[in-house]
């Protein structure tokens, strides 16, 4: 990375639009030309067991299945 912009458009719309609104440009310098260290899944998935699990634990536990059809039909009447 020498400083100079690695993007450079090759259409004159994209010239355009890049002179204006150089979102093309923050995507490719951040997403593309970004080196990614190799180390980025682990945090992805230290994420995912702190905030999805916790999240997803309540809608997932197991309903209770009754013993018996007497209790199924008690547990229906109520």
């Known amino acids: 990375m020498s400083g100079e912009p690695s993007y450079a458009p090759k259409s004159s719309i994209g010239r355009w639009l890049d002179t204006r609104l150089?979102?093309?440009?923050?995507?490719?310098?951040?997403?593309?030309?970004?080196?990614?260290?190799?180390?980025l899944n682990d945090a992805y998935c230290f994420a995912f067991g702190l905030i999805v699990m916790p999240l997803l634990g309540p809608i997932e536990t197991p309903h209770r299945l009754p013993n018996s059809i007497t209790e199924a039909v008690l547990e229906k009447r109520r």
Do not use: L
């Open 22 to 39: 150089p979102v093309p440009r923050m995507v490719h310098d951040q997403f593309i030309a970004y080196p990614v260290p190799r180390n």
